[in-house]
């Protein structure tokens, strides 16, 4: 870039939780500037988890942040080009890509569920994630997978 970075604007956490992590996962699930909606979205899933929660010892918002962390993807694999040929190269990935990609997968596959409402969706999603099973789990594990396929050419790291 030319120009200096961009400065990274404070989140401000969510009202009923006092959580900056669930402002950002609101935030992504957003649309059309709708946040109203996307927290009512959010709070009902939450609601949802607590209720078909198994788990005693755990509230649902625990179970969103495991959910969240077993999501996480640990490396990635990303494209270069040496010589004529691309490689796809295996990379570690910043603490907060990890957390953006994690809900980025989390909100998608929740989107393409078959439930009746999106908090239905979410909240099935969540407790797929945290029991370490559903789509959004399977993505991080065939990340790793094509990771550890292409740990031959981590030597063109850059």
Do not use: C
Not at 62 to 75: C, F, G, I, R
Not at 100 to 109: E, G
């Amino acid at each position: 870039m030319r120009k200096r970075q961009a400065k990274k604007r404070p989140i401000l956490p969510d009202p009923k939780f006092s959580d900056q992590l669930v402002t950002r996962f609101v935030n992504m699930m957003m649309w059309d500037g709708k946040k109203s909606v996307a927290f009512k979205i959010f709070y009902d899933a939450i609601a949802i988890v607590e209720e078909k929660n198994t788990d005693e010892e755990k509230t649902a918002l625990q179970l969103w942040k495991d959910a969240l962390s077993n999501v996480m993807p640990h490396v990635e694999v990303r494209s270069r080009r040496v010589g004529g040929a691309t490689f796809q190269i295996p990379m570690q990935i910043r603490a907060d890509r990890k957390i953006s990609t994690a809900m980025k997968w989390l909100i998608s596959f929740a989107r393409k569920r078959n439930e009746k409402s999106m908090a239905l969706k979410l909240a099935s999603e969540i407790l797929a994630a945290s029991k370490e099973e559903g789509a959004a789990v399977k993505k991080r594990v065939d990340t790793h997978k094509m990771a550890e396929a292409n740990k031959a050419f981590s030597h063109f790291r850059f």
